[in-house]
């Protein structure tokens, strides 16, 4: 059963350019997070989404946007890249269950770098 | 708003011994859940221990247990006969209920001591 799994793992870009990033949750679930977290620092709730709609969004500008799929995979998008967006970008699955999810499965994550 | 604070950066524990890490929240909200959360070099957050905030009783998984207070709003990781795997990044982490917005501490570094 696999996981959930996030790619690239690593990336660089430099500043003002554009950024996708790719999920796929852990077999079942239906509910993409995705959090960011800087060095040092925990991570801090970006967005969710369920049935292809952003359900709830964090203190995130809105160059952060996101996107599902039917088939429950979710992509993160990030324009005009700022210095302060390298981090560790993460993202977690869930089964919604009652309108909240009560177990999160987390990937690896991809590392962000911008120039 | 709701903050979660760990102030321990790092913590040492040798093989086999007990260690116990430190986690306060702030929050005016009555019905929440509390995680801590395991993260190796792999990167990968990994749950090692839920409790809710309804019940009094504190939970445990294996080698792991907590203290749960809630009017002092704290929630200490107790791991027992510390393994070498256990080291890792700890995150303490707390969510409302019906709130899909999960926030985290800062982080307890530990290290295992052979």
């Known amino acids: 059963d696999a996981g959930v799994t996030q790619s690239p793992t690593h990336l660089i870009k430099t500043r003002g350019q554009q950024v996708t990033l790719r999920c796929s949750p852990k077999?079942?679930?239906?509910?993409v997070s995705w959090y960011q977290q800087a060095l040092g620092q925990g991570p801090q709730f970006i967005f969710q989404?369920?049935?292809?709609?952003?359900?709830q969004r964090g203190n995130f500008p809105d160059r952060f946007s996101g996107h599902q799929f039917p088939n429950y995979s979710s992509e993160l998008n990030v324009n005009a890249l700022l210095l302060g967006d390298s981090a560790l970008y993460l993202c977690?699955?869930?089964?919604?269950?009652?309108?909240?999810?009560?177990?999160?499965?987390f990937g690896s994550g991809t590392q962000l770098s911008v120039l | 708003a709701q903050t979660v604070t760990q102030s321990q950066p790092e913590m040492s524990v040798q093989e086999a011994e007990t260690v116990t890490l430190s986690c306060t929240y702030d929050?005016?909200?009555?019905?929440?859940?509390l995680f801590w959360y395991k993260q190796p070099p792999s990167r990968q957050m990994i749950l090692v221990i839920r409790?809710?905030?309804?019940?009094?009783q504190n939970a445990t998984e294996n080698r792991f247990s907590v203290n749960f207070q809630k009017a002092a709003k704290s929630f200490s990781l107790k791991i027992s006969d510390s393994q070498l795997g256990d080291a890792a990044m700890y995150f303490c982490?707390?969510?409302?209920?019906?709130?899909?917005?999960?926030?985290f501490g800062a982080g307890t570094r530990l290290t295992v001591k052979p």
């Open positions: 929050t005016s909200e009555s019905d929440y859940y």
């Open positions: 977690a699955s869930s089964l919604r269950l009652g309108g909240t999810n009560e177990k999160l499965f």
């Open positions: 409790q809710e905030a309804y019940k009094q």
């Open positions: 982490a707390y969510r409302r209920r019906n709130n899909n917005d999960m926030r």
């Open positions: 989404y369920y049935e292809e709609e952003e359900r």
């Open positions: 077999s079942g679930h239906d509910t």
